[in-house]
């Protein structure tokens, strides 16, 4: 391996250290970025041999991004949270994927411009009202390329979620759910 490849890896190892909780089995890559704006190492956690491609972000007003052992976050996927989203263990998420626990900007316009030019000039606004609600990923999840979790949702044990979905409201375990907006397709036997 290359002198400048080990102190790059060295680099960001101690740069992904600084802004969370990562066990020194997972591998965060390249592609993967994580922002903590509450600059609280407790609010993002990675677990033993996980593999992160995407961006993992907690909001200045709050948020907690817990992901579980053995998982997998795909590149281009956005986990964005104001409130708390709870992945479980052996968790597999595609590319592409969107899961926030909140709203991400207010309804009202004026509000709107207001935390935009906020974001844009002091950073992220430590006050602000997004409707957050926690997300709930239990264990064994698949969930397919370029789906979309909303805030609230609790996505059962082993549920598979079709690639391409709009998750809008809570999966039963043992479950296959697709579609805009994700409904029930089939059961899966389980293998209890």
């Known amino acids: 391996m290359r002198l400048e490849t080990i102190i790059h890896g060295l680099f960001k190892t101690r740069r992904i250290a600084s802004c969370c909780l990562c066990d020194e089995t997972a591998v965060v890559y390249d592609t993967a970025r994580i922002i903590n ?11 033993a041999f996980s593999h992160i491609r995407g961006e993992l972000l907690t909001f200045g007003h709050g948020g907690r991004i817990e992901i579980g052992d053995y998982c997998y976050v795909g590149a281009n996927t956005y986990i964005w949270s104001g409130k708390s989203i709870q992945i479980g263990n052996r968790v597999l998420i595609a590319h592409s994927c969107n899961i926030f626990d909140n709203d991400t900007h207010p309804l009202d316009p004026e509000a709107r411009h207001r935390q935009f030019k906020q974001i844009i000039t002091r950073g992220q606004p430590q006050t602000i009202d997004l409707k957050d609600e926690e997300i ?13 979790i909303l805030k609230g949702v609790r996505i059962g044990r082993a549920a598979v979620i079709g690639a ?7 999966i039963a375990s043992y479950t296959v759910a697709a ?13 209890k």
């Open 136 to 148: 709930v990923i239990e264990d064994d999840v698949l969930i397919g390329a370029s789906v979309t």
């Open 164 to 170: 391409g979905s709009v998750v809008t409201k809570d």
């Open 37 to 47: 704006n509450l600059s609280n190492k407790e609010a993002i956690k990675i677990g």
């Open 179 to 191: 579609g805009n907006p994700a409904r029930l397709i089939r059961e899966i036997p389980s293998a």
